[in-house]
C-alpha cells in the first residue's frame, strides 16, 4: 500500500454535541457489526480520574505478524493507527 499523505476525517472525533461521547457501529473481519462508544482521549481520562482510578499504564497494542498474514491492508491501517487502548487502573 503506498502511503499518499491523504488525512481522513473519521467522524466527529471531540462529539462536542453529544458531551464528548459518540455511539459507533462497525464492522469487523468484514464480516461481525459491532456497536462501541467512542470517547475523545481527553473524555476518557476525566472520567477515569473521576471514578476514583489511578492510570498505571497505557498501552498501544502493535497488531501481531498473523494479522499481516490474515489481512495486509488492515495491517498497514492498525499499524499507523491503534484502534485499540489498553488502560491498567488502580483503584
Do not use: C
Amino acid at each position: 500500500m503506498q502511503e499518499t499523505g491523504e488525512r481522513h476525517i473519521h467522524g466527529d472525533y471531540l462529539a462536542l454535541e453529544t458531551n464528548g461521547v459518540r455511539e459507533v457501529e462497525g464492522t469487523i473481519a468484514d464480516s461481525h457489526t459491532v456497536r462501541y462508544f467512542h470517547r475523545s482521549f481527553s473524555r476518557m481520562i476525566e472520567d477515569i480520574l473521576a471514578s476514583g482510578f489511578t492510570i498505571k499504564q497505557l498501552i498501544e497494542p502493535a497488531p501481531l505478524e498473523a494479522m499481516r498474514e490474515a489481512n495486509e491492508q488492515h495491517y498497514q491501517q492498525v499499524s499507523k493507527q491503534p484502534k485499540f487502548l489498553i488502560w491498567v487502573l488502580q483503584k
